[in-house]
């Protein structure tokens, strides 16, 4: 079985400054990771995904996250936030099952605000 | 292109009753799945259809299911509502296949069980 452990509930940070939002994994079969964001009422937006090849991966909007298979980390990064970065992202491990099914496994969410 | 549609966005409903959920996928996509959010519990995945066959479930009681119609739009159905049962109710659609692994989701249905 899989499981997502995101270690911060909360996440406060001013504008400009850099912020992690920390994400752990166990699995005991290749995985596929990804992390979502979701702003208030509504739906989960993908931000970022490892499939597969290089480590890092990078969204358009300046996150990055990188993907540690020894330490089992997918961790969320950007250098400087804004305030239009405040919303709750979720860390996600996808495996395959049956003929391309797929079941995501997502953390608890960490809420990030971002004051002035 | 269409992103996934979710009908109704929110949802008031008594204890005891049933409701539907309906949700569109994106066009071409074949594989639908839902996924219970709530406060205490976080995201949990219910059930996944491809081609109008569930693939793969949840640990959702009997009460919960789903079906998944000749243009890939899926409906899920809750019996007998319980109060423990309001929360956000949202949808992903993909193909369905490998490799393509990424999931859409749609705004959801806040559904409020009283």
């Known amino acids: 079985a899989q499981s997502v452990t995101q270690l911060d509930s909360q996440v406060p940070v001013f504008e400009e400054a850099p912020v992690e939002l920390r994400c752990n994994y166990s699995s005991s079969v290749s995985v596929y990771l990804f992390w979502y964001v979701q702003y208030p009422n509504q739906g989960l937006q993908l931000l970022l995904k490892y499939l597969s090849g290089s480590t890092l991966v990078e969204s358009i909007n300046g996150f990055e996250a990188e993907f540690n298979k020894s330490q089992t980390s997918f961790h969320l990064r950007k250098p400087s936030v804004h305030i239009s970065d405040t919303a709750e992202y979720f860390c996600a491990v996808g495996t395959m099952l049956i003929q391309g099914a797929q079941k995501l496994v997502f953390g608890q969410g960490t809420r990030l605000t971002i004051n002035p | 292109k269409a992103g996934v549609t979710q009908t109704p966005r929110y949802l008031i409903k008594t204890r005891g009753q049933q409701v539907t959920l309906s949700c569109s996928p994106i066009?071409?996509?074949?594989?639908v799945s839902w996924y219970q959010q709530t406060p205490g519990q976080g995201l949990q995945f219910l059930f996944e259809y491809f081609s109008e066959t569930q693939r793969n479930k949840g640990n959702f009681p009997g009460r919960f299911s789903g079906r998944q119609f000749s243009n890939s739009r899926s409906e899920m159905n809750v019996s007998t509502l319980e109060l423990g049962d309001s929360a956000l109710y949202l949808c992903?659609?993909?193909?369905?296949?490998?490799?393509?692994?990424?999931?859409?989701f749609g705004q959801g249905t806040r559904l409020t069980v009283v």
């Open positions: 066009s071409g996509h074949r594989s």
């Open positions: 992903a659609s993909s193909s369905g296949r490998k490799p393509n692994t990424e999931a859409f």
